[in-house]
């Protein structure tokens, strides 16, 4: 173009001298945009003036037509030709264009590539420290969350009956005493001191400085009343928890009135307001012998009416024993008479059979005295029940009946689904030693680990006929595989346990 030139904006490659843009040219889109009001064209004769705003390198103009410096990108103002068409530039050869189109192209695409690869490098650095720092973070809230759990644990009242049965075991007596009677009139003595402190206005300590506007007599007046408030409050959660305290269950007690003396305390910091240790002690020494009184009674009980079972089982043996005694003596009589008949007619043969018979029932009424007299002799027994308690459990027991299976038959009434079956069935004379040596034996494996006088071990059938046969000898008579007729029977009858569902409280 006569008489202007192509003024190159900032950051633009130079322009060769003379330089046309063809009409369809665009600049690459990897170089900065040409600042607001950039003049694209200006007069030839302030070359040198712009070339030194713009940073364009000086050039002279040359008639004909320029070939391209083979480092230099021709560019074109994106308005297009100026009012001219004139081309001072020669003609570009169509695979140079092809050539530089494809390598613009792949520049594009190199710098988008680049910039991806430098937000993935950034994105890893930062990723540790970002990890770290979360880390940290979760570390922090754990400690918080454990932190939290514990102090909800140590607030925390068990109340589930059964749950502290479990836990506490073996019931351990917190004050020993003999008897029911005994814990009794120390209950007695106990809540006489507790009404004594609270008369004496032992039982809540509180601050005499407090003020209530400004003055010391309104503040005492307050704090008088709301001791009274609080230690009603602390009475009845402690007679709440005597009133539903059961045998074991003291320690959930005693936490649930020590969280309360504890909010009372909490509530009344402004005042000093809180329990006194002293009062405190005596509530839970009573919730203590409570709980023990309430489990002596119950062994108390428990302990008579096996006494009373055991009465009963001596009753009903002496009478079996008498009953047997009065039919053996009607028996020998009944020979007696038969021989005294025999002898006055002279008939010798049928006279010593008879003589032999007396001699049995004479034998007979002997053992029976003995054992009437000898309370210690009778039969001990080795019985399970495997559809009742499983094939592990077995009950050793002893009877003084005549027939011992009638006690067996007892045991196996309604209160169990199956007949219990006989492993063993030994006459001692001193029967109740023998049982009582067994029951050490197995000790370890009884059932009810509480009353010893539930005499159900886990233990097999061989076991026991192991130990028995260790301390009697060998036996007659012993079976080792119970028949459980009736278990077996109703197996194949009973209803699939997933269509009746498990039962509540598993």
Not at 449 to 460: G, I, L
């Amino acid at each position: 173009m006569i008489g202007f030139r192509f003024n190159t904006p900032p950051g633009w490659p130079p322009a060769p001298v003379g330089w046309t843009p063809a009409s369809d040219w665009q600049p690459d889109p990897a170089w900065p945009p040409a600042p607001n009001g950039w003049s694209f064209w200006v007069p030839d004769n302030d070359s040198n003036e712009e070339s030194a705003q713009t940073g364009a390198p000086k050039a002279e103009v040359e008639q004909g037509p320029e070939v391209q410096d083979d480092n230099t990108i021709p560019i074109a103002s994106p308005h297009g030709r100026p009012v001219s068409d004139t081309d001072e530039a020669g003609p570009v050869n169509s695979a140079q264009e092809a050539e530089i189109s494809r390598l613009r192209s792949e520049i594009a695409e190199l710098r988008t590539r680049e910039h991806q690869l430098r937000d993935q490098l950034d994105d890893e650095r930062d990723r540790p420290a970002h990890h770290q720092v979360r880390a940290g973070a979760s570390a922090e809230e754990d400690k918080k969350l454990r932190s939290q759990i514990a102090d909800l644990r140590n607030e925390l009242v068990e109340l589930n009956d059964a749950v502290l049965l479990q836990q506490v075991g073996i019931y351990e007596y917190h004050h020993p005493l003999e008897t029911a009677a005994a814990y009794k009139e120390r209950l007695a003595d106990l809540r006489e001191r507790i009404r004594g402190a609270v008369r004496d206005k032992a039982a809540i300590e509180a601050s005499e400085r407090f003020s209530y506007n400004n003055s010391l007599a309104q503040g005492r007046k307050m704090v008088s009343d709301f001791s009274r408030l609080m230690l009603r409050a602390y009475n009845a959660e402690a007679d709440n928890c005597v009133r539903s305290l059961r045998a074991g269950t003291a320690s959930s007690a005693v936490k649930r009135l020590t969280t309360s003396a504890d909010t009372i305390a909490k509530l009344g910091t402004m005042m000093g307001l809180k329990v006194s240790e002293t009062y405190h002690a005596l509530r839970i020494e009573e919730i203590e012998l409570v709980s023990d009184h309430m489990m002596k009674i119950q062994e108390e009980r428990e302990a008579a009416r096996e006494e009373r079972e055991r009465l009963r089982e001596e009753r009903r043996a002496e009478q079996e024993l008498a009953a047997e005694r009065e039919r053996l003596e009607k028996e020998r009589s009944h020979y007696l008479n038969a021989l005294e008949a025999l002898r006055r007619q002279g008939k010798a043969d049928d006279y010593e059979d008879l003589e032999r018979r007396l001699a049995g029932i004479e034998r007979a009424i002997a053992d029976n005295d003995y054992r009437a007299a000898n309370i210690r002799a009778g039969y001990v027994y080795v019985i399970s029940n495997i559809g009742t308690f499983g094939g592990h459990v077995v009950k050793i027991g002893m009877t003084r009946r005549l027939d011992p299976m009638d006690r067996v038959r007892e045991l196996g009434d309604a209160s169990v689904p199956f007949p219990f079956d006989v492993h063993a069935l030994y006459f001692s004379e001193d029967a109740v030693t023998l049982e009582t040596e067994l029951h050490k034996e197995f000790a370890a494996g009884r059932v009810n680990q509480v009353n010893p006088r539930r005499e159900f071990f886990f233990a097999t059938p061989e076991q026991v006929r192991d130990a028995l046969t260790k301390r009697v000898g060998n036996l007659l008579e012993y079976v080792d595989q119970p028949e459980a007729t009736q278990y077996h029977q109703s197996q194949s009858s009973w209803p699939i346990a997933d269509s009746i569902g498990p039962a509540k409280g598993y």
